[in-house]
C-alpha cells in the first residue's frame, strides 16, 4: 500500500524539439528504470512515425522510485500526453490524471508561441507548474533571458533560485541538474488526495493493444482500489469485465499487488478491442460501484472523413486487414465500404482530425505497406430536407438531389492561432479568406493571440499547411469544434469527357465555388495525359457549368521525339509508358494517371 504522501503525478510541457524525451529519458535513467545503453533508443517516442513527426501519438506513462535527500522514497508517474490539437480530448484526460507539470523550455530559443497553448491548458487543471530550463549546455543558451520571459509572457514565478520556486537549470544531454528537478518535483508538486475505503472510481487515461497481453487500460485511481479478480464495471457503456493483471510500467511492465487511490497504472482484464474502451470513462466495481461518474468524459466523434482506396483493385483485402488491424489499436477512426465508380472498391473512413487522418494513411502506406489513393477530406454537413428529415453527410457523393434539400447546415469551428506580429497581416488575410470571423486580437509579448470562428470545411483542405508556410513554421493552431451553423452550400462535380468523376466531387460555398473549379479544371488539364482525342474537363454545380478546359488531341506518336535508330532508348520509353499504363485508371474511355487523383484533390493555394 502506497502512501498517498509519497506519491507525484506530472506530465511535460514542452514544445517541439526542446527536449522532452530526451529529458524523460534521463529522468528514468537517474532514478534506475534505464540503463545507458537502453536510454539510447528512446524510450517514450517508440513509434517510427512518432519519432519522424517529432509527435507523440499515444500516451505512455513510467513509474519511477526516487530516494530524494530527505531519506524519503517517492513514486513519481510520468505521464506522457500526445501533443496535437487533434487529440486534444486524449490530452485533457491526460492531464487529469496529474497534479503537476514540468514546464521544459529551450534554453536558447526561449518561450514558443505553442507552449502557451499548453501550459494553460495545465493551468486550468490547477497544476503545479515547475519550469525547467534546458540545454544551459548550448553555448547560445541565455538562461536569465529566458527566465524573465517565463515570468513575462506565461506568468508563472521562474527568477528565483529553484528551491524558492524558481527554475530549475538543466541539460538533459549532460545531466546537470537533473536531481534538481527531481528534488523539485518531490517538494512542489502536490501530492494526489483520495479516499482508500470509497467505492472504487478509476478513470480510463488510455488503451491500446498489446499482442502478448491484449487490451491494456491505463488508469488513474481517484477513490477505492482496483485488484486482481476484481469484477468491474465500465459506466459508460455498461460492460463489466474481470481484472487478470494489475501493474505499472517502470518501463518495463511490473505486476503489482494492487494501485491503490493516487496511483496512476495499468490493468488487463481480457477485453479483446480497444473500441470497448472509452477514454475518459470512469471504472468502478460490481459490487459497490460508485454513485456518479468522473466529470469531463466525451463521446469521440469523427470530425473529418476520406475515401481510402486501393490503387491497385487487387490490394483491397489486404487494405480491410491492415485497417482492421490499425483500429485494434486506434478505436478514434471508423471505417465502412464504399464503392466508387473511379476508384472501385474501398473504405470511407473518421477521423478526430487532420492529423489524425494523415498519421492513420502513413500507417497504412509504410507499416502496411499499400498503395492509397484517399480522396478530399469533407466534413459532416447536417442537411434538412424538404420533407422535414434531417441526414448526416460524410461523403460527397451520397449529397440528394438540391430539389430535396431545405437547407445545410455545416460545422465551425475556434481557431486560436499565436504567431509572431510580423506574421500577422498575412494570417489574417488567411482567416478572412477562408470566410473566418474574427472575435480576438491581443498582443502578448510581441506575439499576437488571433482567434476566429472558422467553417471547418475551409480548414480541411490546406489551411494548417499554408498557416506554417506563410508564418516560415512560427504560427500555432489550436481549435475547438462550436457546432453546426447554416451555409449556402453546394455540391461541386467534375466532368471529364462528360462523365462525372464521383471521387472528385465536392461541396463548397457557393461563392468559392466557381474559383476552386477553375483550379481544379486547369490542374486536371495538366495532370491527365493526351489522348487520340478532346478532353473537355468541366466543372459544374447542379449541372450548370461553372469551369472548362480542354485537353488538346494527342498530335504524334511519342517515340516520334527520339531521333534516329536509338532503340535502347526508345525500349525505355515504351517501358515507361506501359508502366505509367498500370498505375491509370480507366474511365469511360480516358485513362486519369492515378497522381492526377491525389495531386487534384491536394487543392494547393487559390
Ligand atoms: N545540447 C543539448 N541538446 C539537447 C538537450 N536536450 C535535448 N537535446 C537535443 O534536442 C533535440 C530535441 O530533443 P528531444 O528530446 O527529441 O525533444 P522533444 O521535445 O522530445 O521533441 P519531440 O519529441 O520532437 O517533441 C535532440 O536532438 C536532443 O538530442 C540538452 O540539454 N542539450
Redesign the pocket.
Known amino acids: 500500500m502506497t502512501d498517498l504522501s509519497k506519491i507525484r503525478n506530472f506530465s511535460i510541457i ?10 524523460a529519458d534521463r529522468l528514468i535513467q537517474a532514478t534506475g528504470g534505464l540503463t545507458e545503453r537502453e536510454m539510447s533508443e ?1 524510450v517514450l ?1 517508440n513509434m517510427d512515425i512518432e ?1 519522424e513527426r ?3 501519438i499515444k500516451a505512455q506513462t513510467v513509474r519511477l522510485n526516487y530516494t530524494a535527500k530527505n531519506g524519503e522514497t517517492y513514486e513519481l508517474s510520468l505521464m506522457d500526453t500526445p ?1 496535437h490539437v487533434d487529440f486534444a480530448y486524449e490530452v485533457s484526460r491526460s492531464l487529469a490524471a496529474c497534479e503537476g507539470a514540468l514546464l ?1 523550455v529551450d534554453a536558447a530559443q526561449g518561450v514558443e508561441a505553442q507552449t502557451l497553448a499548453n501550459v494553460y491548458q495545465s493551468i486550468e487543471h490547477d497544476h503545479e507548474i515547475v519550469p525547467v530550463i ?5 553555448p547560445a543558451a541565455e538562461p536569465e533571458r529566458v527566465k524573465e520571459e517565463i515570468e513575462e509572457i506565461i506568468g508563472i514565478p521562474a527568477t528565483g533560485p529553484w528551491q524558492e520556486g524558481g527554475a530549475v537549470l ?5 545531466g546537470e541538474g537533473i536531481e534538481d528537478i527531481l528534488e523539485a518535483l518531490v517538494a512542489r508538486i502536490p501530492p494526489p488526495t483520495g479516499d482508500r475505503d470509497a467505492p472504487l472510481k478509476a478513470m480510463l487515461v488510455d488503451s491500446w493493444y498489446d499482442p502478448y497481453l491484449g487490451v491494456v487500460i491505463l488508469v488513474r485511481v481517484i477513490d477505492g482500489v482496483l485488484k486482481k479478480g476484481l469484477a468491474i464495471k465500465f459506466m459508460q457503456n455498461g460492460t463489466q469485465h474481470l481484472v487478470d493483471r494489475v501493474g505499472c510500467m517502470r518501463p518495463k511492465i511490473e505486476q503489482l499487488e494492487e494501485l491503490g487511490p493516487g496511483e496512476i497504472g495499468f490493468i488487463t482484464a481480457q477485453i479483446k478491442e480497444v473500441a470497448d474502451t472509452a477514454v475518459g470513462d470512469t471504472i468502478t466495481t460490481v459490487k459497490n460501484p460508485a454513485a456518479k461518474a468522473l466529470p469531463g468524459y466525451k463521446e469521440v466523434q469523427s470530425v473529418v472523413f476520406c475515401g481510402l482506396f486501393p490503387a491497385d483493385a487487387a490490394d483491397f483485402e489486404k487494405l480491410r486487414e491492415s485497417i482492421a488491424k490499425l483500429r485494434l489499436n486506434d478505436a478514434s477512426f471508423t471505417f465502412e465500404m464504399e464503392t466508387s465508380a473511379a476508384l472501385g472498391q474501398g473504405f470511407r473512413a473518421g477521423f478526430l482530425g487532420l492529423l489524425h487522418l494523415e498519421i492513420i494513411q502513413e500507417r497504412l502506406t509504410r507499416e502496411y505497406d499499400l498503395d492509397l489513393i484517399t480522396t478530399a477530406p469533407s466534413v459532416v454537413y447536417k442537411i434538412h430536407l424538404s420533407k422535414g428529415e434531417t441526414i448526416e453527410l460524410h461523403n460527397p457523393a451520397d449529397m440528394p438531389d438540391v430539389t430535396q434539400i431545405a437547407s445545410i447546415d455545416e460545422p465551425w469551428i475556434k481557431a486560436t492561432i499565436y504567431v509572431p506580429d510580423e506574421y500577422l497581416g498575412p494570417i489574417l488575410k488567411l482567416c478572412q479568406d477562408r470566410r473566418g470571423i474574427q472575435k480576438q486580437l491581443t498582443y502578448v509579448a510581441g506575439r499576437a493571440q488571433i482567434i476566429y470562428e472558422l467553417p471547418l470545411n475551409e480548414v480541411v483542405f490546406d489551411f494548417y499547411d499554408r498557416l506554417k508556410s506563410i508564418s516560415r513554421g512560427y504560427a500555432s493552431f489550436d481549435y475547438e469544434p462550436i457546432g453546426h451553423r447554416e451555409g449556402d452550400l453546394v455540391k461541386m462535380e467534375i466532368m471529364v469527357n462528360g462523365d462525372p468523376v464521383d471521387a472528385l466531387s465536392m461541396i463548397v460555398n457557393r461563392d468559392a465555388a466557381e474559383t476552386r473549379g477553375r483550379h481544379m479544371c486547369e490542374r486536371l488539364k495538366d495532370l491527365i495525359p493526351r489522348h487520340l482525342f478532346k478532353i473537355p474537363i468541366q466543372a459544374a454545380i447542379g449541372g450548370k457549368i461553372i469551369a472548362r478546359e480542354t485537353i488538346g488531341a494527342m498530335r504524334k506518336d511519342v517515340t516520334a521525339k527520339c531521333y534516329g535508330g536509338d532503340i535502347s532508348r526508345k525500349k525505355k520509353l515504351l517501358e515507361k509508358q506501359k508502366k505509367g499504363k498500370a498505375k491509370m485508371r480507366e474511365y469511360g474511355n480516358v485513362s486519369i494517371p492515378q497522381e492526377a487523383f491525389i495531386a487534384a484533390l491536394k487543392m494547393g493555394e487559390e
Open positions: 514542452a514544445h517541439i524539439d526542446h527536449g522532452k524525451s530526451t529529458l528512446q517516442d519519432r517529432g509527435i507523440t501533443g521544459v534546458n540545454k544551459i549546455d548550448l538543466a541539460s538533459a544531454k549532460t
